[in-house]
């Protein structure tokens, strides 16, 4: 029986345990903090049971628009925690579950690599020794902190983990960065009520996503009263009695924002110090493991996925690369493709991509064809939310393929699944124009922009 050592319990390191477990691996993860990792305890399952509390928050304030006479008290943000705390244990408790199932010994501690076939682990009882043949790293990411004086140990500054479980809902909020967690975080608080500013050193939010969607998006977060500013330098950060001042340098003049509360977000960093890469001789790029496409590292036999790559730091990235580096760790012969992996980013309304932006189409010089459906025209979306989104797609010229998906629209993170499938099994336009799409759904917006690409959208 191969002996397989997994380093971290996140949507990577448990997803590939349970994979090697079923291949007939002796499966034993080492955790040194909760099983579940980021993505359970203080990432994707947290930010998203909150923001739904704001949704319901948000639908009640605006039910007179659909007959419904509610008298909103406001909310109790204690309970708003607790909800999020609940599920988050009730997650973390079946990821328990599922290692007791699938027979995977959890050790409690923080792993060293000696050599492929040795992990030392510091627990609470002492350094134990793991024997083994392979052994798959997974050891995530923790929020980076920028070099910005004033910031480090800092009260008034939090991080995103900071942000999931503060006592109360602060006045304003000055949140520097504006990519994911950024606007996440920022329209959560903005429907609690608080006063939220956006500061972002590029010109766009977003990076990643099509650029066209995101600035519908950056309009629709401004009408709600989320201050954005891009092209924006946080020089520093200071101290007052009550709040902090955020001393910023805007196109070569300063201002001065006032705030009870400074969210950074501008990215994580890599949680491989403890791992001891350089003594075991495994290659990384100042602390990002360097893994092939088979999701080994230089060292036979060492695999290494997820966020601890520094590359797409995403759940479903880290539990695809997970079965992959567990398949080729029990003798098959298994390569990560990224290209059908969906950007969600779950705002009000959701935000959602998958394959090339147009602009990405753009600097490949791809000869592209855009189509686009606006939800105005959609009856689901126009039922649900005012029909405020868009669909946009992008397929190639010569043979109709589907290159990329962009959604802007309720449930535009699940609906993306579609269109990764479409990529997935290089669908051209014909295969989504032959399929019936229900109605009435958000996903007949999808088909309206293939068949938008060919001018023959129906409702537009
Ligand atoms: P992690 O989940 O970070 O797990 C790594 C684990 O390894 C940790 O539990 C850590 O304690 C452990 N570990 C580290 N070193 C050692 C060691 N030496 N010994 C033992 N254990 C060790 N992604 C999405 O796809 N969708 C989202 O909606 C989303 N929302 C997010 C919201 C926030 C606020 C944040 C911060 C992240 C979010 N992400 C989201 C990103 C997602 O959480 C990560 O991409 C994902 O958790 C990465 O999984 P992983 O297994 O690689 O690492
Ligand atoms: P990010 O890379 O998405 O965005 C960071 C932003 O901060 C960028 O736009 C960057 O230009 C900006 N920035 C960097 N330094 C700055 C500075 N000094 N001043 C102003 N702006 C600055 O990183 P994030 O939002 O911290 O998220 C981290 C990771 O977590 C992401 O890689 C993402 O994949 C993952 N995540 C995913 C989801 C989701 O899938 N819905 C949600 C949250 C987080």
Redesign the pocket.
């Known amino acids: 029986m191969t002996k397989i050592t997994i ?8 997803v590939a345990a349970i994979r090697s477990a079923q291949l007939g691996g002796q499966v034993t993860l ?15 399952i ?3 049971a909150l923001l739904h509390s704001a949704e319901i928050l948000e639908e009640a304030r605006h039910a007179e628009q659909f007959g419904i006479k509610l008298d909103v008290k406001g909310f109790d943000w204690g309970a708003v925690l607790s909800k999020k705390n609940a599920v988050v244990s009730q997650l973390v408790g079946g990821v328990s579950g599922l290692m007791k199932k699938n027979k995977i010994a959890v050790i409690q ?4 690599i000696d050599n492929v076939s040795s992990v030392s ?1 510091s627990t609470a009882q002492g350094v134990q020794k793991i024997a083994g043949d392979k052994i798959i790293i ?6 980076a902190v920028p070099p910005i004086p004033g910031i480090k140990d800092n009260p008034f500054c939090i991080d ?2 900071g ?2 479980s503060l006592e109360k809902v602060p006045q304003d909020m000055v949140v520097i960065g504006g990519g ?2 950024g606007i ?2 920022a329209m959560l608080y903005s429907i609690f009520g608080t006063k939220a500013t956006i500061i972002e050193a590029l010109p766009k939010l977003l990076p990643m996503m099509d650029g066209e969607l995101t600035a519908i998006l950056k309009d629709l977060l401004i009408k709600r009263g989320i201050k954005i500013i891009t092209e924006a330098k946080v020089v520093s950060v200071e101290n007052g009695a009550q709040k902090a001042k955020v001393n910023v340098e805007i196109a070569g003049k300063k201002e001065v924002f006032e705030t009870e509360k400074v969210l950074t977000a501008v990215g ?1 960093r890599t ?2 110090e ?2 001891g890469l350089d003594a075991a001789g495994i290659k990384h790029d100042r602390g990002r493991i360097i893994a092939g496409g088979d999701m080994q590292t230089n060292i036979k036999g060492i695999y290494a ?4 790559l520094g590359k797409v ?7 695809a690369q ?1 079965e992959i580096a567990a398949e080729n760790a029990l003798g098959h012969n298994e390569k990560y493709d990224g290209k059908t992996c969906p950007s ?1 980013v ?1 705002t009000i309304p959701e935000f959602a991509g998958v394959g090339l932006t147009e602009e990405e189409a753009k600097a490949e010089k791809i000869d592209y064809t855009v189509g686009k459906f606006p939800l105005l025209a959609n009856g689901k979306s126009l039922i649900s939310n005012n029909g405020i989104g868009m669909v946009k797609v992008i397929l190639g010229k010569e043979y109709n393929e589907v290159l990329g998906a962009h959604i802007l629209g309720p449930r535009a993170t699940d609906i993306i699944g579609e269109c990764a499938l479409a990529i997935g099994m290089e669908a051209a336009f014909e295969d989504i124009a032959a399929v019936i799409h229900a109605h009435p759904t958000i996903t007949e917006a999808v088909r309206e922009a293939f068949l938008a690409s060919q001018k023959r959208a129906i409702h537009f």
């Open positions: 380093i971290g319990g996140g949507p990577g390191g448990y080492i955790e040194k903090n909760k099983l579940g990792g980021t993505c359970l305890n203080v990432g994707c947290p930010t998203k501690g923080t792993a060293k682990v997974a050891s995530g990411s923790v929020p995103s983990t942000a999931l994911v967690i996440e975080l994580r949680d491989t403890s791992l996925i997820g966020d601890c730091m995403l759940a479903h990235t880290a539990s997970g969600c779950y």
